[in-house]
């Protein structure tokens, strides 16, 4: 089920030509993906073209990669934290609750749970990578480690 929501996400950005979840662009405001609503607020699901986009428009935010156990890592992370333990290591993402935190996992779930914790803390602008690092994988980019 998980696999099919992530396959037609991706063919609606295709067919959209890309404009899946920008709210602006006007050269100031770009907003991604698709809105989740959780306890406490949202997080926004991520497709890989748009986590791409992210990262050439400003990867000023910390990529996170929250998979366990360890299997690889999409170039670029800037931390890995178990996705159980994300509460207990919130002095590993910035104290700004409104700064931009994209997070992964293998396939989902686990940055699924963790975005949801991070929103229930008070963070507003949660990415959560559909599909995480199997998916990068998919697009032919590549990994790091095992």
Not at 41 to 61: K, N, S, T
């Amino acid at each position: 089920m998980r696999l099919l929501r992530v396959a037609a996400f991706a063919l609606v950005w295709v067919i959209l030509g890309n404009s899946v979840g920008e709210a602006q662009q006007d050269g100031a405001t770009r907003t991604f993906g698709q809105s989740v609503p959780v306890e406490g607020g949202e997080y926004r699901d991520i497709v890989v073209p748009e986590l791409q986009a992210m990262l050439e428009d400003d990867d000023d935010f910390p990529l996170v990669n929250v998979h366990i156990p360890f299997g690889g890592n999409i170039p670029g992370t800037d931390e890995s934290i178990p996705f159980n333990e994300i509460e207990a290591n919130l002095d590993q993402l910035p104290a700004d609750r409104d700064a931009t935190i994209v997070l992964y996992c293998r396939t989902g779930p686990m940055s699924e749970n963790a975005a949801a914790a991070l929103v229930r803390l008070g963070y507003t602008s949660v990415y959560n990578l559909i599909g995480g690092f199997r998916a990068w994988s998919l697009a032919g980019l590549p990994l790091e480690g095992p």
